[in-house]
């Protein structure tokens, strides 16, 4: 029975994840849903800019505190460690909920792309941002990063492992390609408003800084020489060969 809940949860935890992440789509390419990046009523800049960036903050500081090793360590003593994925998912989609319900929005057009050639280039590279989002998911562990395997393997009384370390298509590429796919998403928009600027400015730093502090030195804690003979080889999400790596190349061939 206790299994069966647990199961349960992590789908429920799994749909909601899957809404809100539907939802984050039109949220940020401001088209089919009631509220969106660009949507509501306008109030004073200072007041609108702590409210937004209080609510990034508050994603950026649930996102990185509930995924770090230690803190793991220290909830699973109260929250059973096969539902602690699905509910640190959980946890994660609320946040972004009360974001996208409570985002204030600034009108102002900082810039505007009005060619159509222009316009359907930035259609498909939001399009292409999200699904490499999605592809990258999976290229590690879809259903282990959102919690389902972890409450399937104990329904199954399988013992549960942690991801391998994994070199999987785009990871070959860069080291962080969902990162990356977000950070076209963001920014890819025929109309750049002042409020979507500053999301995509928040976001994009608070995404070079947890993958470059945080996520990246737990990796190496976990994978060891591994992951830095990988951090060598690979870029981190710019998809650009290093300058010292063609050096080094250039050295082979003489
Ligand atoms: C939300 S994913 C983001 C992964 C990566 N930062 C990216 O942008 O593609 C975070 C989880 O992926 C794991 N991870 C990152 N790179 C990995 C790799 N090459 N193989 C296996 N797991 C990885 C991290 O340990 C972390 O639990």
Redesign the pocket.
């Known amino acids: 029975m206790k299994k069966a809940i647990a199961f349960l949860y992590g789908i429920v935890a799994y749909l909601i994840f899957l809404g809100t992440f539907l939802y984050a789509i039109a949220f940020v390419g401001d088209f089919l849903v009631p509220k969106t990046i660009n949507s509501g009523t306008e109030i004073d800049f200072w007041p609108a800019l702590g409210v937004d960036v209080a609510l990034m903050t508050l994603f950026a500081l649930q996102h990185s505190v509930m ?1 770090r090793p230690g803190f793991k360590r220290w909830w699973t003593k109260f929250v059973p460690k096969p539902i602690e994925r699905s509910t640190f998912v959980l946890l994660s989609s609320l946040a972004l909920i009360l974001l996208y319900w409570k985002w204030v929005p600034m009108k102002t057009v900082v810039w505007e792309v009005s060619s159509p050639v222009g316009i359907v280039i930035l259609y498909v590279l939001f399009a292409l941002g999200w699904l490499i989002v999605l592809l ?1 998911t999976f290229m ?1 562990n879809h259903f282990d ?1 959102f919690g389902l395997k972890q409450v399937y393997e104990y329904l199954k009384n399988i013992e549960s492992k942690p ?5 999987t298509l785009f ?1 070959r590429i860069v ?6 796919g977000f950070i076209i998403a963001f920014w890819a928009t025929p109309v750049m408003t002042l409020g979507h600027l500053i999301f995509a400015v928040t976001t994009t730093l608070y995404i070079l800084v947890a ?1 470059s502090y945080l ?1 990246e030195s ?2 190496v804690k ?1 994978h060891g020489e591994k992951y830095r003979e990988y951090q060598k080889k690979v870029p981190k999400i710019l998809p650009f060969p290093r300058k010292n790596n063609k050096k080094r190349e250039a050295h082979r061939t003489i």
């Not at 991801?163 to 070199?167: I, M, S, Y």
């Not at 080291?175 to 990356?180: E, K, N, S, T």
């Open positions: 995924a990258a590690i990063l991801v391998e370390f994994k070199l990871y080291r962080h390609p969902i990162m990356l993958i996520e737990d990796l976990m």
